[in-house]
C-alpha cells in the first residue's frame, strides 16, 4: 500500500506535478469543453518568509463540484482567500466565474457565494436580519428580496425560526444559515470553507444533504476545503494540496485507483505457514496487522478466488478493502490527514454526538 | 472517468429538479453604483441600530458616568466653586457641556469598538467580500455610531433641567447640531483606529488610555483662560475643546447673566491672543471628522 500505484490500473492520470500541472479540468475531452468557473495559473502566496501557496494550477469547469483536500497549513485557506478577493497573490493569477480576481474583484464578489470556516454571523440579529442585511449589502433587487430569502431559507430548512435571533441557534442551524446566506444573491460559485468543521456527525451528514440538494436545485460551481476523507467522496474531483503544492488531482476513483492495491486480510489456521506459502506461491510479501495476515494485490476481488485455489493453509475468514481516500492522501504525501484533528476533546465530542444520535 | 459523479446529479436535475429550477427565483446582481452604495451604507447604519435597541443595558450603563459627573460632582462641588461663579450661574450648569460631550464620547468610542468586535466574530468578513466599495461599509459604520451616540447625547439633553439649563428650542436644536458634529468625529476617530487595532483587548485599553485625557483637556470642567502655557497648548490641540467651547456658548446666550459673566464663564477659544470664530471652531471639528473617515477607509480598502 505504501507503493505508488500511479498507472498501476491504467487510468491513474491524476498525479500532477505540483509546479505546472495542466489547467484544464477534462482531458477526456468529449468535445465541447465546459466553460471554466475557475482558472488557476502559477499561483503563490508568501506572508512574509512564510509560502504558503507555493505554485498551483487548476480549473474548475462549471457545475462541477471541486474539493480541496489538505491538513491543516497545506494552503487551502490561503487559496481559498485569494479566489474570493480576500487577499491578492504574490505571483500568478486565478480567474472566477470569467473575471480576475486582483484586476476584477467587484465582478468577482458579485458573482461568489461564501461560507467561511468561521462563522461570520451576526448573532444579535435573527436569521431573517442577517439575510436581509446580506441581500442589501450584494444589491440583490428589492422585489426579489423576500421571495429568494424564502426560498433559500426553506432549502436549509430555517424558514419557520426565521424571526429567533441568531444566538440561540445551533451549530448546525447557523451554519445551514451561513450556506442559505452565500446562495442568497444566486452566485455562480460557491465557495464552502471547511463547511462541516466543528459540527458532529449527524449535523455532518444533514449539512451534505443540504449541500447535495443544492447541486441538483441550482446552477452552481462548488469549491470546498475539506481535512475530512469521507466528505472528499461528495465531490466530482480532488485536488489534494500539501506544503502548499498540488500533489494530486483528479476524481475520488481515479485517486483511490492510482493509489491501485485492495488490501486483503486472511485469518487462517497457520498465519507463518500462510505468509511463508504467500510468498512462494504468490510472490506476495505479507505480514501480520490486526490479528491477520494482510497484504495488497492490485485487484483484490479477483484476487480472492485464485488465492483459495492456491493456498494449502485452509482460509477462515477473508476480506478485501478498496483503498480510501485516507490511503490516497497516505501514498502521496507519507502521513495521515488527522494530524491537527485527532485530540483528544474532538474525539470526546464526537464520542457525545455518537451517543446523541442513538436516541 | 470524469463525471462519474455528475451523472447522477444530472439525472437528478432532468427528474425531480426541473420543477424546482423553474420555481428558482432568478437573481442578477448588478454592478455597483452610487445607489447601491447608498443601499449598503443604509443597512450598515440600521444595522447598528438595531443592535442598540437590543442592548438596552447599554444605553442603561453609559449613562451612569455623565450622570455621575453633572449630579454627584456637579452638586459636591458647587459649594466650592459658588464664590468664584457670576450670579445666576451655576455649576452644574457650567460643566453641564461638558457631560453632554463625555456622553458621547464614551458611546461613539465604544460604538467604534463594534469593528473590532465585528472582527473578531468573523462579522466583519461578510462586509469586506461584498460587492460594495468599502467606503459604503465605513460611512454606515461611522453614521450608525454616530447616530447612536447623538442618541445618547439626546438622553443627557433632556436632562438639562437638572442642571438649570433652559428647554429653549433653539438652543436644543443648537445642541443636538453640535452633539452630532461631535459624535461624527470622535466614531470616525474610533473606526479610523479600528481599522488598525485587531484586538479588541489593546483597542480598549488604548481607548480607555484617550478618553480621559480627552475629556480633561477639552475645558468641560474649568475656563480655558488664565492657564500655565502647558495646559494651554494642551486644551488647544484636544478637538473636544473646540465642541464644548461653542456648545457653552450656546448654553450660556441662553441664560439670563450679564456681559461679563459670559466673559468670565465662556470665553471663546483662542490661539496666541485670537479668538476662534465658532463656526471655524465647528469647521475644524468638521474637516477632522472627514479626514479620520478617509484614514478609516483607505486603511479597510487595502486587501491583505
Same mark, same amino acid.
Given at each position: 500500500?505504501?507503493?505508488?500505484?500511479?498507472?498501476?490500473?491504467?487510468?491513474?492520470?491524476?498525479?500532477?506535478?505540483?509546479?505546472?500541472?495542466?489547467?484544464?479540468?477534462?482531458?477526456?475531452?468529449?468535445?465541447?469543453?465546459?466553460?471554466?468557473?475557475?482558472?488557476?495559473?502559477?499561483?503563490?502566496?508568501?506572508?512574509?518568509?512564510? #509560502?504558503?501557496?507555493?505554485?498551483?494550477?487548476?480549473?474548475?469547469?462549471?457545475?462541477?463540484?471541486?474539493?480541496?483536500?489538505?491538513?491543516?497549513?497545506?494552503?487551502?485557506?490561503?487559496?481559498?482567500?485569494?479566489?474570493?478577493?480576500?487577499?491578492?497573490?504574490?505571483?500568478?493569477?486565478?480567474?472566477?466565474?470569467?473575471?480576475?480576481?486582483?484586476?476584477?474583484?467587484?465582478?468577482?464578489?458579485?458573482?461568489?457565494?461564501?461560507?467561511?470556516?468561521?462563522?461570520?454571523?451576526?448573532?444579535?440579529?435573527?436569521?431573517?436580519?442577517?439575510?436581509?442585511?446580506?441581500?442589501?449589502?450584494?444589491?440583490?433587487?428589492?422585489?426579489?428580496?423576500?421571495?429568494?430569502?424564502?426560498?433559500?431559507?426553506?432549502?436549509?430548512?430555517?424558514?419557520?425560526?426565521?424571526?429567533?435571533?441568531?444566538?440561540?441557534?445551533?451549530?448546525?442551524?447557523?451554519?445551514?444559515?451561513?450556506?442559505?446566506?452565500?446562495?442568497?444573491?444566486?452566485?455562480?460559485?460557491?465557495?464552502?470553507?471547511?463547511?462541516?468543521?466543528?459540527?458532529?456527525?449527524?449535523?455532518?451528514?444533514?449539512?451534505?444533504?443540504?449541500?447535495? #440538494?443544492?447541486?441538483?436545485?441550482?446552477?452552481?460551481?462548488?469549491?470546498?476545503?475539506? =481535512?475530512?476523507?469521507?466528505?472528499?467522496?461528495?465531490?466530482?474531483?480532488?485536488?489534494?494540496?500539501? =506544503?502548499?503544492?498540488?500533489?494530486?488531482?483528479?476524481?475520488?476513483?481515479?485517486?483511490?485507483?492510482?493509489?491501485?492495491?485492495?488490501?486483503?486480510?486472511?485469518?487462517?489456521?497457520?498465519?507463518?505457514? !500462510?505468509?511463508?506459502?504467500?510468498?512462494?506461491?504468490?510472490?506476495?510479501?505479507?505480514?501480520?496487522?490486526?490479528?491477520?495476515?494482510?497484504?495488497?494485490?492490485?485487484?483484490?476481488?479477483?484476487?480472492?478466488?485464485?488465492?483459495?485455489?492456491?493456498?494449502?493453509?485452509?482460509?477462515?475468514?477473508?476480506?478485501?478493502?478498496?483503498?480510501?481516500?485516507?490511503?490516497?492522501?497516505?501514498?502521496?504525501?507519507?502521513?495521515?490527514?488527522?494530524?491537527?484533528?485527532?485530540?483528544?476533546?474532538? !474525539?470526546?465530542?464526537?464520542?457525545?454526538?455518537?451517543?446523541?444520535?442513538?436516541? | 472517468?470524469?463525471?462519474?459523479? %455528475?451523472?447522477?446529479?444530472?439525472?437528478?436535475?432532468?427528474?425531480?429538479? %426541473?420543477?424546482?429550477?423553474?420555481?428558482?427565483?432568478?437573481?442578477?446582481?448588478?454592478?455597483?453604483?452610487?445607489?447601491?452604495?447608498?443601499?449598503?451604507?443604509?443597512?450598515?447604519?440600521?444595522?447598528?441600530?438595531?443592535?442598540?435597541?437590543?442592548?438596552?443595558?447599554?444605553?442603561?450603563?453609559?449613562?451612569?458616568?455623565?450622570?455621575?459627573?453633572?449630579?454627584?460632582?456637579?452638586?459636591?462641588?458647587?459649594?466650592?466653586?459658588?464664590?468664584?461663579?457670576?450670579?445666576?450661574?451655576?455649576?452644574?450648569?457650567?460643566?453641564?457641556?461638558?457631560?453632554?460631550?463625555?456622553?458621547?464620547?464614551?458611546?461613539?468610542?465604544?460604538?467604534?469598538?463594534?469593528?473590532?468586535?465585528?472582527?473578531?466574530?468573523?462579522?466583519?468578513?461578510?462586509?469586506?467580500?461584498?460587492?460594495?466599495?468599502?467606503?459604503?461599509?465605513?460611512?454606515?459604520?461611522?453614521?450608525?455610531?454616530?447616530?447612536?451616540?447623538?442618541?445618547?447625547?439626546?438622553?443627557?439633553?433632556?436632562?438639562?433641567?437638572?442642571?438649570?439649563?433652559?428647554?429653549?428650542?433653539?438652543?436644543?436644536?443648537?445642541?443636538?447640531?453640535?452633539?452630532?458634529?461631535?459624535?461624527?468625529?470622535?466614531?470616525?476617530?474610533?473606526?479610523?483606529?479600528?481599522?488598525?487595532?485587531?484586538?479588541?483587548?489593546?483597542?480598549?485599553?488604548? %481607548?480607555?488610555?484617550?478618553?480621559?485625557?480627552?475629556?480633561?483637556?477639552?475645558?468641560?470642567?474649568?475656563?480655558?483662560?488664565?492657564?500655565?502655557?502647558?495646559?494651554?497648548?494642551?486644551?488647544?490641540?484636544?478637538?473636544?475643546?473646540?465642541?464644548?467651547?461653542?456648545?457653552?456658548?450656546?448654553?450660556?446666550?441662553?441664560?439670563?447673566?450679564?456681559?461679563?459673566?459670559?466673559?468670565?464663564?465662556?470665553?471663546?477659544?483662542?490661539?496666541?491672543?485670537?479668538?476662534?470664530?465658532?463656526?471655524?471652531?465647528?469647521?475644524?471639528?468638521?474637516?477632522?471628522?472627514?479626514?479620520?473617515?478617509?484614514?478609516?477607509?483607505?486603511?479597510?480598502?487595502?486587501?491583505?
Amino acid at each position: 500500500m505504501a507503493v505508488h500505484g500511479r498507472g498501476a490500473t491504467g487510468d491513474g492520470a491524476g498525479a500532477v506535478d505540483g509546479g505546472r500541472g495542466p489547467g484544464d479540468a477534462d482531458p477526456a475531452g468529449n468535445g465541447q469543453r465546459p466553460a471554466q468557473a475557475i482558472t488557476v495559473t502559477g499561483l503563490t502566496k508568501n506572508y512574509g518568509e512564510i #509560502e504558503a501557496v507555493r505554485g498551483i494550477d487548476f480549473g474548475v469547469s462549471a457545475g462541477e463540484t471541486f474539493g480541496f483536500l489538505g491538513p491543516n497549513g497545506a494552503g487551502k485557506s490561503t487559496t481559498i482567500k485569494i479566489l474570493c478577493t480576500l487577499a491578492l497573490p504574490t505571483t500568478g493569477s486565478a480567474r472566477v466565474a470569467g473575471h480576475d480576481v486582483t484586476t476584477e474583484r467587484d465582478a468577482v464578489r458579485r458573482n461568489i457565494g461564501l461560507v467561511f470556516q468561521d462563522t461570520t454571523l451576526d448573532n444579535y440579529l435573527t436569521g431573517a436580519q442577517n439575510l436581509r442585511f446580506h441581500a442589501d449589502l450584494y444589491g440583490v433587487p428589492p422585489a426579489a428580496v423576500m421571495p429568494r430569502m424564502r426560498q433559500v431559507m426553506e432549502m436549509v430548512g430555517l424558514w419557520e425560526r426565521r424571526d429567533g435571533l441568531v444566538m440561540t441557534y445551533s451549530g448546525g442551524m447557523r451554519r445551514r444559515l451561513e450556506i442559505a446566506r452565500g446562495l442568497l444573491h444566486a452566485p455562480r460559485v460557491l465557495f464552502l470553507d471547511e463547511p462541516t468543521v466543528g459540527l458532529d456527525p449527524q449535523t455532518r451528514t444533514s449539512i451534505w444533504e443540504y449541500i447535495n #440538494e443544492l447541486k441538483s436545485r441550482e446552477d452552481i460551481t462548488i469549491f470546498l476545503t475539506t =481535512h475530512y476523507m469521507d466528505e472528499a467522496e461528495h465531490c466530482d474531483r480532488i485536488a489534494i494540496i500539501d =506544503h502548499g503544492k498540488i500533489v494530486a488531482i483528479d476524481t475520488p476513483e481515479a485517486l483511490k485507483a492510482s493509489v491501485g492495491k485492495d488490501r486483503v486480510q486472511i485469518h487462517t489456521a497457520d498465519d507463518a505457514a !500462510a505468509i511463508a506459502e504467500l510468498g512462494r506461491e504468490f510472490g506476495i510479501e505479507a505480514g501480520i496487522h490486526e490479528g491477520a495476515v494482510t497484504f495488497s494485490v492490485p485487484a483484490g476481488e479477483e484476487f480472492v478466488p485464485r488465492l483459495f485455489a492456491g493456498l494449502s493453509v485452509p482460509i477462515q475468514a477473508v476480506s478485501v478493502s478498496r483503498p480510501s481516500l485516507d490511503d490516497v492522501f497516505m501514498s502521496y504525501t507519507g502521513k495521515t490527514i488527522r494530524d491537527a484533528e485527532g485530540t483528544g476533546a474532538d !474525539a470526546m465530542r464526537q464520542m457525545v454526538a455518537h451517543f446523541r444520535g442513538r436516541r | 472517468m470524469a463525471t462519474t459523479g %455528475t451523472t447522477d446529479t444530472e439525472s437528478a436535475v432532468t427528474s425531480a429538479g %426541473t420543477a424546482a429550477l423553474a420555481g428558482q427565483i432568478r437573481v442578477a446582481v448588478p454592478e455597483h453604483n452610487l445607489r447601491s452604495d447608498l443601499r449598503a451604507v443604509s443597512i450598515v447604519w440600521r444595522r447598528e441600530l438595531i443592535r442598540f435597541r437590543r442592548d438596552r443595558l447599554r444605553a442603561v450603563t453609559s449613562l451612569i458616568q455623565p450622570l455621575l459627573f453633572l449630579l454627584v460632582l456637579g452638586t459636591g462641588l458647587s459649594s466650592l466653586a459658588k464664590g468664584s461663579l457670576p450670579p445666576g450661574v451655576s455649576f452644574k450648569a457650567f460643566i453641564y457641556p461638558g457631560v453632554l460631550a463625555m456622553s458621547v464620547l464614551f458611546t461613539a468610542i465604544f460604538s467604534a469598538a463594534s469593528i473590532v468586535w465585528d472582527r473578531e466574530f468573523g462579522f466583519l468578513r461578510e462586509m469586506l467580500v461584498a460587492p460594495v466599495s468599502r467606503s459604503a461599509i465605513v460611512i454606515g459604520k461611522i453614521l450608525g455610531g454616530a447616530t447612536i451616540a447623538t442618541f445618547q447625547g439626546v438622553i443627557v439633553l433632556a436632562l438639562a433641567g437638572l442642571a438649570d439649563v433652559p428647554y429653549n428650542p433653539v438652543l436644543m436644536i443648537t445642541l443636538v447640531g453640535e452633539l452630532l458634529l461631535l459624535a461624527f468625529t470622535l466614531t470616525s476617530f474610533g473606526v479610523m483606529m479600528a481599522a488598525r487595532i485587531t484586538q479588541f483587548q489593546a483597542f480598549m485599553a488604548l %481607548t480607555q488610555m484617550l478618553v480621559m485625557p480627552l475629556f480633561f483637556l477639552s475645558g468641560a470642567l474649568y475656563p480655558l483662560t488664565g492657564l500655565p502655557a502647558w495646559l494651554s497648548i494642551l486644551t488647544r490641540l484636544d478637538p473636544l475643546t473646540y465642541v464644548v467651547g461653542p456648545m457653552r456658548h450656546a448654553v450660556f446666550t441662553h441664560l439670563n447673566i450679564s456681559e461679563s459673566a459670559m466673559q468670565a464663564m465662556s470665553p471663546a477659544v483662542t490661539w496666541a491672543g485670537w479668538q476662534v470664530p465658532i463656526l471655524l471652531s465647528l469647521g475644524i471639528v468638521a474637516v477632522m471628522g472627514l479626514v479620520m473617515m478617509g484614514v478609516a477607509i483607505v486603511t479597510f480598502s487595502r486587501p491583505e
